[in-house]
């Protein structure tokens, strides 16, 4: 693994105060390059009306 | 071991009503069926004797006295251990847990306390309902009573194990990205997802906000009818329920399948690298489906690899947003597998999780455009049958991704039951899906499928003892 990926892999562990065994971290490293592998195909553009968004159900309240 | 010849919960239910099947006799017969299987399977974390024979007796004599209360009532049931139950631990099977004693039950087991099933007990399930099968926690993995040396798929373990090998003829399960349908799957049992919303997950200890869903796993489509009757509504106080009418799940189920149009998925056979045997079997159960009158084609699901993106985003983000606190202050508590599946959502960005939730968008509206042309798919959810327990893959990325997810992304029922056996013993499956909410036409297919096919009749060797 490259030096810049070894650094964010270093970085974002500790940004998210986790820790992994000596023993453990080239098969993590291994993990996370392969889950970039196949996350790679969100990188494709989508078109702006391709939105996550739902409405909130604000209603629920009053049935509660 | 048995005084009962292992009735479904069909056959339990008319049985009871007729007065030919005492409840306690019943639930006598599963908690001795449960112990006696226990060092061999570990399907269990508690079995509730007591509490089980306290409502046997209950529910007898409310029968006696003219007040049965449905289908269900006085037949045993079993809970995944990540489901409350008043009075009762939840540890989801985790040391993190261990002292985790329920208030309150989950709407689901309130409904199904409330049609008057028995609880049995609480059943094995992966740590939290993800990683998988470990041998380093306070609790084993369950073992698949077909061969105990075999996994029994996951994370519904314990669940997939107690009904396969007739110790209760309904277990509840969660299915976040295939955890109710893999262990139907290698077990031989059916294991049905609803339409995420359609059964409430108030009181499930959560996993992925986004794709949890619950339901239940049998060992007849009939008894996936009975149990969705019952599970099926509207709970306010589920931000993920629908407030949808439930129909009469049984009302369609014996009326065959002649003039529906099935879309066989078989170009994902091979996109999903479904072994050879697996692959005879669903050609074979396509072939089925077409003498019994069902027009079957062939449809195109989208690549599997984006499902697979989709599903592992938000999957990986959201657990790991649950879990990040004790990953952080208390990370040896967990398995070595779980803390490791756990801690890769770190390494998901913000951009990552959005596209993710925007190509979930796209891909639901396209596998709804292949409901204009089908009323029910026809799909692989395992690529063979189950692999030996202590070769599972146990790495922080799985080899392998699940076939499974597809449906968790989109949200659609599915169901996945036997259709066949491979060489070696063990079950192989088809997985029959849905339009949103129409969770009756595929009980309605799979039912005539199960009766033709016959599998069912064929049960583990330890389940007949």
Redesign the interface.
């Known amino acids: 693994m490259a030096d810049d990926q070894n650094s964010d892999?270093a970085a974002?562990?500790r940004r998210?105060?986790?820790?992994?065994p000596e023993e453990?971290r080239e098969?993590?490293r291994?993990?996370?390059e392969?889950?970039?592998a196949?996350?790679?195909?969100?990188?494709d553009p989508?078109a702006y009306e391709?939105?996550?968004a739902a409405l909130p159900?604000y209603d629920?309240g009053a049935?509660? | 071991m048995s005084a009962v010849a292992l009735p479904t919960l069909a056959e339990a239910g008319r049985k009871i009503a007729a007065g030919e099947l005492s409840p306690v006799a019943l639930a006598e017969d599963a908690l001795a069926r449960a112990a006696a299987l226990q060092p061999k399977l570990d399907a269990f974390i508690e079995i509730t004797a007591e509490r089980a024979r306290a409502a046997a007796r209950r529910a007898e004599k409310e029968i006696a006295g003219g007040r049965r209360r449905g289908p269900l009532h006085g037949i045993p049931y079993g809970l995944k251990d990540i489901y409350d139950a008043a009075g009762l631990r939840t540890t989801a099977h985790s040391r993190l847990l261990l002292d985790n004693v329920a208030t309150v039950d989950a709407e689901t087991t309130a409904r199904l306390e409330a049609a008057g099933m028995i609880l049995i007990g609480k059943l094995a399930t992966h740590e939290f309902a993800t990683g998988g099968p470990a041998f380093d926690l306070p609790f084993p993995p369950a073992r698949n009573p077909w061969n105990p040396a075999h996994f029994t798929g996951g994370s519904s373990s314990g669940s997939g194990a107690a009904v396969a090998a007739g110790i209760v003829p309904l277990a509840m399960g969660s299915d976040t990205g295939g955890s109710i349908r893999l262990p139907a799957a290698y077990c031989g049992t059916v294991g049905l997802k609803p339409t995420y919303g359609r059964v409430s997950r108030r009181g499930v200890a959560p996993l992925c906000y986004s794709l949890d869903t619950t339901g239940p796993l049998t060992w007849t489509v009939e008894d996936a009818a009975l149990s969705l009757q019952v599970l099926a509504g509207h709970d306010p106080r589920d931000p993920g329920s629908a407030d949808m009418p439930v129909p009469d799940y049984t009302a369609a189920l014996r009326d065959g399948i002649k003039g529906l149009r099935i879309g066989y998925c078989r170009a994902f056979n091979a996109d999903g690298e479904v072994e050879a045997e697996q692959f005879a079997a669903l050609d074979q159960a396509a072939q089925t489906l077409a003498r019994l009158g069902a027009e079957v084609g062939e449809v195109t699901l989208p690549p599997n690899a984006q499902f697979q993106a989709c599903a592992r985003t938000i999957s990986h983000s959201e657990s790991f947003t649950i879990h990040a606190k004790d990953l952080q202050e208390h990370p040896e508590l967990y398995a070595r597998v779980t803390r490791e599946r756990l801690m890769l959502g770190a390494f998901v960005s913000a951009r990552q999780y959005v596209q993710a939730q925007r190509l979930r968008r796209i891909l639901t509206r396209r596998v709804d455009a292949l409901f204009e042309s089908c009323d029910v798919l026809l799909t692989a959810v395992i690529p063979g049958p189950a692999p030996v327990l202590e070769e599972t893959d146990d790495g922080p990325w799985r080899k392998q991704q699940p076939l499974a997810s597809v449906f968790n992304v989109t949200g659609h029922p599915c169901m996945a039951q036997p259709c066949g056996f491979a060489a070696n013993g063990l079950p192989l499956s088809a997985q029959f899906v849905g339009r949103h909410f129409d969770e009756a036409m595929l009980l309605r297919v799979g039912h005539a499928y199960e009766q033709e096919a016959g599998w069912i009749r064929k049960r583990p060797a330890l389940a007949t003892l």
């Open positions: 892999f974002i562990l998210n105060g986790l820790k992994i453990r098969i993590m291994d993990a996370v392969k889950m970039q196949l996350l790679r195909v969100l990188d989508l391709d939105e996550p159900r629920l049935k509660r």
